[in-house]
């Protein structure tokens, strides 16, 4: 049987213990202050971005690059492995489809070889659960095409919760309107979103207050998980450079729920760009996800 590799995104926010202990292969995503593109051998730390944005400046998200993809991609084929790759939410970005036509393209070049993309439906620690998980069965022996199968519905139980601290950033992405911004803010009101079954992102409520908006992250993932939820997998908390918030909405998880393994990182400046300075989400294993709310 041919060995395979799992692959993924900068957007899935994969912690660097991970890619070291997995050695996975990651294509960067990219996002820009002015003139300067990061996101591959140019980088900025996380706080350092969110600071820039704290003081105004405005950066721009990019897809990944069909080239580097393709040179990803043939780092593994070259060596007669196949390819499962865990993309960030088609609905999302173009990043997907990029991945895609590179995959078909080399699939002719390598008739031999698999090549797999898997559209997650999904974001940032939602992408690196499902390839903790690919890699555990792949060690467990799990063959190429039980991961992929698996994986297909494993992926319609990641939710993906979150807030965000500022309006203003996600009226810049055209999620809310500038006078919900301007009132919201004014009312100290927190705005909940979350990634729905389509992949895609849906506003749902609001709370008064970072405290508050945190609590009830944790009664939302009570509301969406069971007596057949399945505990053992790593609950995932990324933060937009606010880890006290990220350690506060940890503990509550630890002491309301049976969650155990839990996995705080950074949002990639390439998701921060929409999400902001302050943004928390929780990622877990639950009911399947929700579909989109009616207008």
Known sequence: ??????????????????????GTIIIPQYYSFGDTVYGDKLNMAPAEFYERMSKGELPQSQANNPAVIEDKFRSVLDKD????????????????????????????????????????????????VMVIKANEMKANGSSYEEIVNFLEDFKNHINVQFTVDDLFHLQRG????????????????????????????????TARGRVKSI?????????????????SV????????????????????????????????????????????????????????QGPKEA
């Open 1 to 22: 049987m041919r060995d395979f590799c799992i692959t993924t995104d900068s957007n899935s926010d994969l912690p660097q213990e991970y890619i070291n202990k997995l």
């Open 81 to 128: 492995m196949d390819i499962i790759h865990i993309g960030f939410s088609s609905a999302l970005s173009g990043s997907y489809n990029n991945v895609c036509m590179v995959a078909r393209e080399l699939s002719d070049e390598y008739a031999d070889s698999k090549i797999t993309v898997i559209d997650s439906l999904n974001v940032s620690l939602g992408e690196t």
């Open 174 to 205: 055209g999620r809310v309107g500038k006078a919900t911004a301007i009132i919201g803010s004014a009312l100290n009101l927190k705005p909940f979103l979350y990634v729905n079954n389509e992949g895609s992102l849906t506003s749902d409520g």
């Open 215 to 231: 609590r009830t992250l944790v009664d939302r993932m009570l509301a969406t998980t069971d007596e057949k939820t399945d505990y």
């Open 234 to 289: 790593p609950v995932g908390i990324v933060h937009g450079n606010c880890i006290a918030d990220a350690d506060t909405l940890a503990n509550i998880v630890r002491e309301k729920t049976k969650f155990t393994n839990i996995i705080i990182n950074d949002i990639s400046p390439s998701i921060g760009t929409h999400a902001g300075p302050g943004a928390l989400g929780l990622i877990y294993y639950g009911n399947l996800k």
